[in-house]
């Protein structure tokens, strides 16, 4: 009996000791967004209201120039986030693998970025493309007048600032995880490959690069989901501007929400966000489980 | 047993500690605003120390953000759990979507007793007023259509202030020849709204800008007098210098401060930024209205909003709005924020040269009907269209637009946000 008594408390010790992060996480969570799905179908404004109204804020959504600027916004600022974050970090990860000196020293060099946040990401780059401050101004001071580089004060470039910032903060990370994948490789492949006569450039063209596909999907799905939700560096770097020419789902969302009394449709956005963000995760967890499924049986 | 006492002398503790927490509240107010820079802070200590002679302990809630964004919103999670502050520092349309919530105090025995309904302008009461009720103490009055200039920069060129918009464009025309920068502006949303506000107000006068911004009719929107305030806004962004965009204010004002630039378009709060650098009115900068705008006021005016508190705590809640309003106070917080006070029978032995002017240009504007609500800080129409106006003026501002476009645009974003 006290045996039983035992092996039932040490059963139950974890999942107690899980229990209060689980339940608050189901609220704090789960619980907060069943209940923005419940606003985007009610006429909220300033005030959470109870008032059902069905569809009307995701068409009134859909209708509003803005929401169309910010999906194209996100188009053009995640496509070139992930590409050029993508084949910056393998290219950096292949350049370290060549057993370099020194790897110990820049290793890290290219991952500190990450470990700024947003904020600071953002004002730094502000001061630094600022023509009036920055980049040009200096290029101005050590003689090469006709310098100019004026992305972002130009509606139609400003964006791409945006990315070039949000590269910069991401890259060394993605190098780090290419750089796992590649310690991952079996070098007896490769040594194989090499006794075929397979030049570099085909070894990893042919082999490596195949091999690191788990490493591709990982990199994809952390980076879209943070090109989704994007919000703190737009803020600090362009603040929408100029006029509304950065704006992303997320500072929509925002300024819907809490600065234009529009809660509904806020919330709408806000669901149309989430539902992107589980289009793509969604997947990528059923075949990581899948996957593990199939080492067990 | 011993967990019995122990439940039993907790619950006395927590008891008596609510009772005292009771006793402590009977002349305690706890007010929730956002002026945490140095000059209003400073104001706000005059109202601290009058209501600490009355024996009320001020419990300051100050929450950072220009805007008041971030208090709105610590605001509402406050009311929404039921414990709302004392009072709550707001402005125009927000005032009004508190007072349909039917949280917020009725002040109407404090009005009668200190007259504010023949005091206060009635364009302000406007917003203080809920459904016939005071729900709100006004503490200042900014307006919008003010000019900020260099005096070295006017002297050394000859100017004078231009009394409607082509003398600006001369004006402008000469220190743009001189080699300045004519008008400092920083490229937001909202300040390219402020200039807005001038321009409505120089082409189409009171009328026109009363059914444009305020009744928001659409064939004011969609009229010819409105191309015509676009393509205003085409001439002066050709004023600018090529930084502008995303500029803070108060950087354009040192412009102006430090003679790089000829004037600023901005609200009187712009005025402190010319006090803090040890500048004077009229010897080193000049304060006039917006070409052509004389004689009419658009303004924005901070107010504190009373909430429905327990009895315990109503009596303080009706000292600080009495306080709020006295005389004395709305001098001595006027003179060091910039604004007008609120009421028009307060004397303006302390203001400086330009807070003379804002003052008796807030009486004139108020007896001929001609103070109206600035569109741009959000006294003339809710917070939805307002921003959904920002977006085209601001879109316009900042690229090519065409002036028909604009006005297209403007009249379609107004419909789609009502």
Not at chain 2, 305 to 334: C, H, Y
Request: hydrophobic share 45%; aromatic share 10%.
């Amino acid at each position: 009996m006290q045996n039983y008594q035992r092996d039932w408390l040490q059963r139950m010790l974890p999942r107690l000791a899980l229990s209060p992060s689980l339940a608050v996480i189901l609220v704090f969570v789960y619980g907060f967004i069943v209940y923005t799905s419940y606003l985007s179908f009610t006429n909220s404004k300033m005030f959470a209201s109870t008032d059902l109204i069905g569809l009307e804020n995701y068409v009134r959504l859909f209708n509003l120039p803005n929401w169309h600027l910010a999906l194209k916004n996100l188009g053009i600022f995640g496509g070139l986030y992930i590409l050029i974050c993508v084949c910056l970090g393998l290219f950096l990860a292949i350049l370290l693998d060549q057993k370099i000196r020194g790897e110990g020293l820049i290793r890290p060099v290219y991952l500190y970025p990450m470990a700024v946040s947003f904020i600071v990401t953002g004002t730094a780059w502000k001061w630094f493309l600022d023509p009036s401050i920055g980049l040009e101004h200096v290029m101005h001071l050590w003689g090469w007048d006709s310098f100019t580089f004026r992305w972002i004060k130009e509606t139609n470039t400003a964006i791409y600032c945006v990315v070039i910032a949000a590269v910069w903060q991401s890259s060394g990370f993605v190098m780090a995880m290419f750089l796992a994948g590649l310690r991952g490789i079996d070098n007896e492949v490769l040594k194989a490959a090499q006794v075929d006569g397979a030049s570099p450039y085909h070894m990893y063209r042919r082999i490596v690069i195949p091999m690191l596909r788990p490493v591709f999907l990982s990199a994809f799905v952390v980076l879209a989901h943070m090109a989704i939700k994007s919000y703190d560096l737009i803020i600090a770097l362009t603040n929408g501007g100029p006029g509304r020419a950065t704006e992303l789902p997320a500072t929509f969302m925002y300024s819907y929400t809490f600065t234009r009394n529009q809660m509904g449709v806020g919330a709408a956005s806000a669901v149309i966000m989430l539902m992107t963000v589980a289009a793509i995760i969604v997947p990528y967890l059923y075949s990581e489980l899948r996957e593990r499924q199939h080492e067990r049986n | 047993m011993n967990l019995k006492k122990l439940v039993a002398a907790v619950g006395c503790a927590s008891i008596a500690l609510i009772a005292a927490q009771n006793v402590q509240a009977a002349g305690k107010v706890e007010v929730l605003h956002w002026w945490t820079s140095g000059g209003e802070a400073k104001a706000l200590n005059v109202l601290k120390d009058d209501l600490q002679k009355k024996g009320i302990t001020w419990e300051d809630m100050p929450v950072a953000g220009g805007g008041g964004e971030a208090a709105m919103t610590v605001l509402r999670a406050r009311v929404a759990s039921g414990n709302p502050p004392t009072a709550a520092q707001m402005l125009g349309f927000d005032i009004q979507d508190w007072g349909a919530q039917g949280v917020v105090a009725n002040l109407n025995d404090v009005a009668r007793e200190e007259n504010w309904d023949n005091v206060i302008p009635a364009a302000i009461q406007r917003f203080s007023k809920y459904d016939g009720k005071w729900i709100a103490a006004p503490v200042n009055v900014h307006s919008t259509n003010w000019i900020w200039a260099n005096k070295k920069i006017f002297d050394e060129l000859g100017l004078t202030p231009p009394t409607d918009f082509d003398g600006m464009v001369k004006a402008l025309d000469k220190i743009k020849a001189a080699g300045y920068i004519p008008l400092a502006h920083g490229g937001q949303a909202w300040q390219d709204a402020t200039l807005f506000d001038s321009v409505v107000m120089t082409t189409g006068g009171p009328e026109f800008y009363q059914k444009a911004l305020i009744d928001l009719d659409q064939d004011a929107l969609k009229s010819d007098t409105m191309k015509q305030v676009f393509e205003r806004m085409r001439i002066l962004r050709s004023y600018v210098d090529d930084n502008f965009s995303g500029r803070d204010w108060n950087l354009a004002s040192a412009m102006v401060i430090d003679g790089k630039a000829g004037m600023q378009i901005m609200g009187d709060w712009a005025k402190g930024e010319f006090l803090n650098a040890g500048k004077k009115p009229n010897e080193d900068f000049l304060c006039f209205r917006f070409p052509g705008t004389q004689g009419t006021v658009t303004f924005n005016s901070d107010q504190f909003v009373m909430f429905k508190v327990g009895d315990d705590r109503a009596e303080a809640q009706k000292e600080l709005a009495k306080a709020i309003l006295s005389p004395t106070f709305q001098s001595a917080f006027n003179v060091v924020k910039g604004s007008v006070p609120a009421r028009t029978d307060v004397s303006d032995a302390a203001f400086d040269a330009c807070g003379k002017k804002g003052m008796a240009d807030l009486k004139e504007a108020a007896d001929k009907g001609t103070l109206l609500g600035s569109m741009a800080h959000g006294h003339a129409a809710p917070a939805a269209v307002k921003n959904a106006m920002y977006d085209v003026i601001t879109a316009h501002f900042n690229s090519d637009m065409s002036a028909e476009e604009a006005v297209k645009q403007l009249a379609g974003a107004v419909a789609g946000a009502q």
